[in-house]
């Protein structure tokens, strides 16, 4: 029995030495960081984009989007799109495209720097390189997480929207349900594999990087849980910390959203050494 757990503790204690759980802690915020300076140049995106929607006036005054969406809310939505429909901005819009993959570009850099750090490698890309690819996969990440705001956060809410408007129907409701977890779903993992066998300056195969993404994945779906949760029903905080409060949760949960990240490419990093230690051992066997 102790040989069996000293056996245990000579595989565990290395792999938790691998882990480097300050790192994951400090990489964590760093990419949270960035990710919450993406959400200044989202959002001015994002009003520049609605002012080139036809009908969206029309939509804000109906009196299915008024029951929906608290008053207060309304107000402040109505006046954006007003304002931005007055002032349409193309130029506007590109740049605050531009500023918002730029800043995503920087998580995906720490990202990219932390995994090159989990598995050894040494960064030899050049600059123009190395930029080119986090901004491509920064794309990819923002169109992430608007997914994941947009459908597994408030998913419940729209919903409720497209029943009261287009009235309720069985067949529309389950297939909403449906596309609601499925296409984050399907999206995150096909993302979260390509980001951590193609970003880092080393081959990778993807059968090797699956494991974390699959756990990326999960543990994102988890946290976006809890924050659902709390968009949906958790209402108390508002009334002593007002609005703020949402922004402190949003923040949150990129934290633990981007640890997850941390997590999955670390799982694949102990994964990677481990499989090196079997196959030296196997081939001093041979010898």
């Known amino acids: 029995m102790l040989k069996k757990m000293k056996n245990y503790l000579k595989v565990i204690l290395p792999v938790i030495g691998r882990f480097n759980v300050p790192d ?3 990489r ?5 960081f960035y990710l919450t300076i993406t959400i200044f140049p989202t959002l001015i995106f994002i009003i520049c984009a609605l002012a080139y929607i036809p009908g969206l006036d029309v939509l804000l005054n109906s009196k299915n989007f008024v029951q929906i969406v608290p008053k207060d809310a309304l107000l402040i939505i109505q006046s954006i799109v007003n304002s931005a429909v007055e ?3 193309i130029e506007l819009l590109i740049f605050s495209f531009l500023l918002a993959t730029w800043t995503a570009s920087k998580a995906v850099k720490s990202i990219i720097k932390g995994q090159n750090m989990a598995f050894g490698f040494i960064e030899n890309r050049n600059f123009f390189l190395l930029n080119l690819i986090s901004m491509v996969y920064a794309v990819g990440f923002f169109v992430m997480t608007i997914l994941s705001i947009g459908l597994l ?3 419940k809410k729209i919903n409720i929207f497209f029943n009261t408007t287009l009235g309720y129907h069985a067949i529309l409701y389950l297939l909403f349900n449906i596309l609601r977890f499925l296409l984050p779903i399907v999206s ?3 993302i979260f594999l390509n980001l951590f066998t193609l970003s880092p300056c080393g081959e990778l195969k993807y059968r090797e990087t699956l494991p974390g993404s699959i756990i990326t994945t999960i ?5 976006s849980f809890f924050y659902s949760f709390y968009a949906n029903y958790f209402n108390s905080s508002k009334q002593i910390y007002g609005n703020i409060s949402t922004i402190i949760v949003l923040m949150t949960w990129l934290y633990f959203c981007s640890m997850s990240v941390t997590i999955g490419y670390k799982i694949n990093a102990i994964l990677y050494f481990q ?3 079997e196959q030296k051992n196997s081939s001093s066997k041979v010898r």
Request: net charge positive; proline share 0%.
């Open 188 to 190: 995150m993992t096909y």
């Open 153 to 155: 956060v408030y998913g």
């Open 275 to 277: 499989r090196k230690i």
């Open 87 to 89: 002032n349409k901005s």
């Open 219 to 223: 543990l994102w779906l988890i946290f």
């Open 24 to 26: 994951m802690y400090s």
């Open 28 to 32: 964590s915020a760093e990419i949270a």
